[in-house]
């Protein structure tokens, strides 16, 4: 598993993304848009089940993360993400947070990165 502990890890880079989409300017242009109407209410919905304490839907909306992250091309935040997802489902209230933390940072990063494609 990669390391996602330390926040410098989690920087995108729109490399992968631009390998496979670049070449179709109207597909690219498609997903950059849901990636960027979608993904600031999923990190609310996170970040408000979090505070609930309501670790299984901390779970389900990093399972939708790790989906965007995924179609995004970010390994490394598919693997948070999951990684998230599974600590939310186990109990590991501690680790949850901290990678809520995490996937917060990332997407952020991915956002501003992807704004400017």
């Excluded at 179709?24 to 979090?50: N, W």
């Amino acid at each position: 598993m990669s390391d996602s502990s330390d926040p410098g890890n989690l920087s995108y880079d729109t490399a992968a993304f631009l390998e496979i989409y670049g070449d179709d300017e109207e597909l690219k242009s498609e997903i950059i848009a849901v990636f960027t109407s979608e993904t600031p209410g999923k990190l609310e919905r996170m970040e408000r089940a979090e505070q609930d304490g309501n670790w299984e839907e901390v779970a389900r909306a990093a399972h939708s993360l790790a989906n965007t992250a995924g179609t995004m091309r970010s390994d490394i935040m598919l693997s948070t993400c999951r990684e998230l997802e599974a600590a939310a489902r186990s109990g590991g209230e501690a680790k949850a947070r901290e990678l809520c933390g995490l996937v917060h940072t990332g997407f952020t990063d991915m956002l501003e990165k992807v704004r400017s494609l």
